[in-house]
């Protein structure tokens, strides 16, 4: 493509030293520079790529896309915006051919509830004999590839490659998880979404939105950004939706399962460890699902896809098919089974609200004693972390205080921190290294008991000061589980 042609889309640009070019690739990242490449510097939170152009130009790259004119010896065309980080949006859609007019692209926000409510989407548009791609929390999932993610929503430029990849492999449907970081940062900016997937809001990421106003704010943006055909499915159930509907142009499809007078709604029949049980109802049907994922929030999620489906046109049947079919979703409430008489579970959980939620769904099903494994996250929102304590202390028989990706902190201040939530000490022990926690808490088990490890879920690291160290909670537990059953054979 030339570089004449890929501009073209910026608007309200200046530009000087222009030379005409053959563009080979797009990046605001100065390590990825190659010969032929645009370079598009972003000032982020903590370094600002203008301070490295050099790099980036010695690297090969043809063109600049700047904030501000560049002054440097060596003359290369600069174009100047306002907002490099729209401009990156608006290249990498030019650049990759605007795959996604050429799909049905679904969004998903929300503060917990994205990753679930993407896989039961994907498995309702498999079931109906199409394949879907997937950009979200735990993968990115193209057709060809399958990448490990780095975070839930990537930089814009990786969108449109992942978009372009996937219709190359024959891919029309894509699931896209939007993170309130990623709406802020303009990465979806320039994808046509189809539909887009409210599932709810609680306080989350205000050491980087200073409050939930701002939080909300981002995250209307992507039902804001829907046209007048595409569809807004929102929870009925949560107030937040209100304001998202006013918001929108689009067509709003209701879920819930209180609320009458949501389009889509549950009327719950059983709930137990191995099947939650429900009559789907709606404008296009009922039907009887018998769905493999645990608890009322899980409800919500199929819910929320349902209505998804139903909106662009799936059958109910497959609907059933597609939820039903779906067997676990990593970390989300995983179960480990070693054949041992009590459950143990891995999940997620890394905010109060979410801990709330699995473990009082956790309590409706458990005959014996909740036995929790939890900590926080260092260099993050440090006002949840008394809350994470109260939360565990009010639902939980006895719980282990650990380490969650300490990051630069110090494990111990973060458990201190945590502790200030906590009334009765009794009922929890402090133990910084999580391995030992999860052991000393696994082998505390008995018949009946349901063991959780909460916060790290499909993660398979843990990141503390400048080290990124192999860490799965779930081969943890296996291996504790398998040695227990080794020693008393």
């Not at 563009?23 to 370079?39: A, N, P």
Request: hydrophobic share 40%.
């Amino acid at each position: 493509m030339k570089l004449s042609e890929l501009c073209s889309c910026l608007k309200d640009h200046q530009s000087c030293d222009f030379v005409e070019k053959e563009v080979c690739g797009i990046t605001h990242d100065s390590r990825k520079v190659k010969g032929g490449y645009v370079f598009v510097a972003i000032k982020g939170h903590t370094v600002d790529g203008h301070d490295f152009i050099a790099g980036a130009i010695e690297k090969g790259a043809i063109a600049l896309v700047v904030g501000k004119k560049i002054d440097i010896a060596l003359r290369i065309p600069q174009f100047i915006v306002s907002n490099t980080r729209y401009a990156l949006a608006s290249l990498s859609c030019r650049f990759y051919g605007e795959p996604s007019s050429q799909m049905t692209v679904v969004g998903i926000t929300g503060t917990n509830g994205k990753t679930t409510t993407s896989y039961l989407t994907k498995s309702i548009i498999e079931a109906s004999g199409n394949k879907a791609g997937l950009i979200g929390t735990i993968q990115y999932e193209t057709g060809k590839r399958v990448l490990p993610a780095q975070e839930t929503t990537p930089e814009s430029v990786e969108i449109q490659s992942y978009l372009s990849e996937m219709l190359k492999s024959g891919i029309k449907y894509a699931i896209v998880e939007a993170s309130s970081h990623a709406l802020s940062q303009n990465r979806l900016d320039e994808v046509r979404f189809s539909s887009a997937i409210f599932t709810n809001l609680s306080i989350e990421h205000l050491d980087y939105h200073v409050n939930i106003r701002n939080y909300r704010t981002e995250k209307l943006k992507l039902v804001k950004g829907l046209g007048a055909q595409a569809f807004a499915i929102l929870n009925a159930d949560h107030n937040a939706s209100k304001h998202f509907a006013e918001c929108t142009k689009s067509q709003v499809v209701w879920y819930g399962i209180k609320k009458e007078k949501a389009d889509v709604t549950a009327e719950i029949i059983d709930m137990s460890a191995d099947v939650t049980r429900f009559l789907l109802n709606s404008p296009w049907g009922k039907i009887l699902i018998n769905a493999k994922l645990v608890g009322k929030h899980n409800i919500y999620n199929a819910l929320a896809a349902a209505a998804n489906a139903l909106a662009l046109g799936f059958k109910i049947d497959t609907i059933k098919t597609g939820i039903e079919s779906l067997g676990v979703v990593p970390g989300r409430l995983e179960k480990v089974d070693c054949g041992q008489d009590f459950h143990v579970y891995i999940d997620f959980a890394h905010t109060h609200q979410a801990l709330q939620v699995v473990l009082s769904t956790l309590r409706e099903i458990t005959t014996g004693r909740i036995i929790l494994v939890f900590g926080c996250g260092g260099n993050r929102d440090r006002k949840k972390r008394p809350k994470m304590g109260h939360i565990a202390e009010k639902y939980a028989d006895l719980s282990w205080i650990t380490s969650d990706n300490p990051r630069s902190e110090d494990p111990y201040s973060i458990i201190s921190e945590i502790q200030k939530g906590v009334r009765k000490q009794g009922c929890f022990r402090v133990q910084a290294d999580r391995k030992i926690a999860i052991e000393e808490a696994v082998s505390e088990a008995k018949r009946g008991d349901v063991v959780i490890i909460a916060g790290k879920g499909h993660e398979q690291y843990q990141i503390s000061k400048d080290a990124i160290l192999p860490f799965d909670d779930r081969e943890i537990v296996r291996q504790i589980l398998c040695g227990n059953m080794v020693s008393h054979m």
